[in-house]
């Protein structure tokens, strides 16, 4: 009973809660601290290895971050006719696991330095520290779930996390319902993203918010020698 109880309060009440956190609490820190709004870049105080460890980094999380996205919320109706679950499990183990290598590696390091270089840790808030350690983390069960899926290479474990996530997506009800038989290090895994979620507002990475997209279709600056 206690169990049934605790699986519904993880997995069918706490996404909503972190959800309604994430972006209830990034609306009121940029409203109210916008001056924290910042990758808070520490580049200028130690750059030994600092463009290896956050280009790994930072390739991995987005390639995550997309990968679950469109895996996880897209309906299994859409690529059926073209793909099957088996080839998607197969193709999310490898693009997954390489990504998670990446920012293993990357995050790894950086948070290395970020413990051991004096400067930096000077610098650094406890939440700085703790989130990085987070997805650090985050990122290793990622690649140890994916021993895990060469049990199942059908692709029915995908399609019931898939299940899961659209439910809550879309307010489907009974989320929880599908994480019954779901294996501990998926249940794991995925109450871990959820906190990483939850802590968003409060870490630094609420940057991601600030994207410079319009870059990307600026116009030229025209430079003129001095006369």
Do not use: C
């Amino acid at each position: 009973m206690f169990v049934e109880y605790l699986q519904h309060l993880i997995y069918g009440y706490y996404p909503y809660l972190a959800g309604t956190v994430f972006l209830v609490g990034s609306l009121l820190r940029f409203d109210h601290g916008q001056f924290t709004w910042k990758t808070g870049s520490s580049q200028m105080l130690s750059s030994k290895n600092m463009r290896l460890a956050s280009n790994l980094f930072h390739i991995g999380i987005i390639v995550i971050f997309f990968g679950h996205l469109f895996g996880m919320l897209t309906p299994h109706w859409i690529y059926a006719p073209f793909l099957s679950a088996g080839t998607k499990q197969i193709l999310a183990i490898l693009v997954g696991g390489i990504a998670g290598v990446l920012v293993l590696i990357g995050g790894g390091m950086l948070l290395y330095r970020r413990l051991n270089n004096p400067r930096v840790k000077a610098s650094s808030s406890p939440m700085d520290t703790a989130i990085l350690a987070i997805l650090v983390f985050q990122a290793g069960l990622g690649i140890v779930t994916v021993f895990f899926s060469l049990g199942h290479l059908d692709g029915e474990m995908m399609l019931t996390l898939a299940s899961w996530a659209q439910s809550i997506v879309f307010f489907s009800g009974g989320a929880a319902d599908y994480m019954a038989e779901v294996s501990w290090i998926y249940k794991l895994h995925i109450f871990l993203g959820l906190t990483i979620i939850l802590l968003f507002p409060f870490s630094r990475l609420v940057h991601v918010w600030s994207i410079p997209l319009g870059y990307l279709g600026r116009n030229y600056q025209i430079v003129r020698r001095r006369g």
